[in-house]
């Protein structure tokens, strides 16, 4: 390896193999219960967890280490009834003539369609933005590299830390998303890659069946 500052690696616990063991059991037990939530409380939510989920998201691998990412928290009523009203717009051409016959086939068990009013419902939209210009510092105009691995690992990243804390997500994706530059103020050289509803389920929540079976080790690994 080339020279360059380096430090100890000495912050990873040192596990037993069986410790190892029980800590990998108990993490997938807390994480197969994730789902994915269509009907939020507005209950209010600490800023604090918001932010702190964020900041995990943020120490992700990532291309360089420019860290690409950006997240445009949204909170204000105004705000959310705009980014519904765009979303929902392009919801509809999607589901009344671009989206292909197959496409629609394979969303009709999980029930969507183009109303969405999670998105003003939910206390917290994190817009999620790469960054293809930027660099470490303020201010800087570096190539990015690796920006939509590094921004779809720190989402995976943000959402099992909210969901840690005890709070449901959605993934949202109209298309295209380039409102979102405006509604969030950020600039071109970025590109929206998803919105995520944050929020408490209601009380009533439901999820779909089909979204509850998931693919068997076999199915989803090999080891070679």
Same mark, same amino acid.
């Given at each position: 390896m080339k020279p360059h500052d380096t430090l100890p690696y000495t912050e990873l616990p040192d596990y037993s193999d069986e410790e190892r063991i029980a800590r990998s059991?108990?993490?997938?037990?807390?994480?197969?219960?994730?789902?994915?939530?269509?009907?939020?409380?507005?209950?209010?939510?600490?800023?604090t967890v918001i932010e702190n989920?964020?900041?995990?998201?943020?120490?992700?691998? /990532?291309?360089?280490n420019h860290q690409p990412w950006h997240f445009a928290v949204i909170e204000s009523a105004d705000k959310k009834k705009a980014l519904r009203s765009a979303a929902e717009q392009e919801e509809r051409e999607f589901?009344?003539?671009k989206a292909s016959e197959e496409w629609l086939? @394979?969303?009709?068990?999980l029930g969507t369609d183009d109303e969405k009013p999670f998105l003003e419902t939910a206390p917290?939209?994190?817009?999620?933005? *790469?960054?293809?210009k930027g660099?470490? /510092?303020? *201010?800087?105009?570096?190539? /990015?590299?690796?920006? /939509?691995?590094?921004?779809g690992i720190a989402t995976g990243m943000l959402i099992t830390a909210l969901h840690d804390a005890g709070l449901a997500t959605l993934t949202h994706t109209p298309?295209?998303?380039?409102?979102?530059?405006?509604?969030?103020?950020?600039? @071109?050289?970025?590109?929206?890659?998803m919105?995520?509803?944050?929020?408490?389920?209601?009380?009533?929540?439901?999820?779909?069946v089909h979204a509850t079976v998931k693919k068997p080790l076999d199915q989803i690994a090999s080891w070679l």
């Open positions: 059991i108990s993490f997938y037990e807390a994480i197969k219960v994730r789902r994915t939530c269509r009907y939020f409380s507005d209950a209010a939510i600490p800023r989920a964020i900041l995990s998201a943020g120490t992700a691998p /990532n291309g360089a589901y009344d003539g086939e @394979a969303l009709e068990p917290y939209l994190i817009v999620i933005f *790469g960054q293809r660099g470490m /510092n303020p *201010g800087e105009m570096k190539q /990015n590299y690796y920006v /939509n691995e590094s921004v298309n295209p998303m380039k409102f979102l530059n405006e509604l969030c103020d950020r600039p @071109a050289h970025e590109k929206p890659m919105v995520l509803v944050v929020g408490k389920p209601a009380p009533d929540a439901t999820v779909p």
